[in-house]
């Protein structure tokens, strides 16, 4: 039985057809050669130094105020940044506080704010000797002994506990309260106890009274049998400073059990003589036990 073979079809290409195939494989073959796109040019420490010392240059007083918010925005949005660069921008910010030292009190700041975040190592030293060694700008220690406890708290507690355990000489230092908190602040990035110390300057009754209202607030934020018993000290004491009274009842109003505070608070009551700190107390009894 003869079978009919049927050929295969012959595929009719059209000749446009074609050179457009080739020359879509040939531009194919013509981006392979081509070499990626270079990356992004890699940060500039110098200018952006430069450029931070421009954000931090305040506008003149007689500014309009949408000049003067500005400024700010851009100031809180450049240190923002630039604390997350690399060791070079703090380095580059050392050299431009030690070779050109700006006369700004808070541009010197900014540059010892960024060094101190971005490379520690190097600007500890810096903050140590701004903090203990009178001469600079008040304003510029001040910073340097917070930036201190911030960036390297166990040289922090070495250098700052000893000046707030003896006696203090505010011509020698920056302010006690500013020392304070930045002592308070390496020891809660250390998670240490920063009662005993917090206890002894909240009552003594000779510190300046801001630096022991700095200390009652802290000690309600680190509950414990030893604050405890300084808050009570100081809710009873009779220096005639109520302020820091007020601070030690709601210190103890948030740390204690309600039960411990009602009775604490109506024991204290009886026994106040204070009129007007009789009706403190009375305030707390009615919002929080009655």
Known sequence: MNFLRLAPPRLRTRPGAFLALLLGLATGLSS????????????????EIRELITALTPPPATAIPVLKSEFFSNKKAALERLRLASPAHGLEALRVYREERPTLPEVQSGLLDIAAHTNPPATEELLVKLTTTFGEDLYVRKQAAKLLGKSAPIRAIDVIEPILRGKFDDRTYPPEESLLEAWLTAHE??????VPLLALVAT?????????????????????PLSRQALETILVESSGNGYIRRL?????S?????????????????????TEFVMVLEDHLVKSCR
């Open 32 to 47: 392979c050669d081509r070499s990626a796109p270079s990356p992004m040019a890699a940060p500039d420490p110098a200018r």
């Open 189 to 194: 990035t250390l998670e240490l106890d920063p």
């Open 204 to 224: 003594d009754i000779k510190r300046p009274m801001d630096v022991r209202h700095a200390a009652t607030k802290a000690l309600g934020r680190h509950p414990s």
């Open 248 to 252: 030690a009842l709601q210190a103890l």
């Open 254 to 274: 948030a740390s204690l059990p309600r039960e411990e505070f009602c009775a604490l608070a109506l024991k204290v009551q009886d026994r106040e003589a204070d």
